[in-house]
């Protein structure tokens, strides 16, 4: 029915960058909300960040300054720059979809971010 693919994940030394993107696709007729989860093995998945409707973001606390999300809703897509990054933000990230406000979410199959110290 909506399915989410998500890219740009991979292995980078502490203080680089990477750009996660996760396009959107099949019966989307409106979206609420997007944003990104990450999950670490044995720890449960924590809210990155957050994009609504005018554009209002939200973020971890941890990750402000650092990372960046933006939405280009012309091709349902939406992007995390993550910048100064850490070796605590190796996880795998997920993309999520909502299509209105407190309705189940679609996911992405996530994507690998792997950091070095």
């Known amino acids: 029915q909506v399915r989410l693919v998500e890219s740009g994940g991979g292995l980078v030394q502490a203080g680089g960058s990477l750009r996660l993107s996760c396009a959107a696709s099949?019966?989307?007729?409106?979206?609420?909300?997007m944003g990104w989860y990450r999950q670490v093995p044995g720890k449960q998945r924590e809210l990155v960040a957050v994009i609504i409707k005018g554009g209002i973001t939200n973020y971890l606390d941890s990750v402000k300054g650092r990372f960046t999300i933006s939405r280009d809703n012309a091709e349902n897509t939406v992007y995390l720059q993550m910048n100064s990054l850490k070796p605590e933000d190796t996880a795998v990230y997920y993309c999520?979809?909502?299509?209105?406000?407190?309705?189940?979410?679609?996911w992405g199959q996530g994507t690998q971010v792997t950091v070095s110290s």
């Open positions: 099949g019966n989307i007729f409106s979206i609420d909300d």
């Open positions: 999520y979809l909502r299509k209105v406000a407190s309705a189940l979410p679609y």
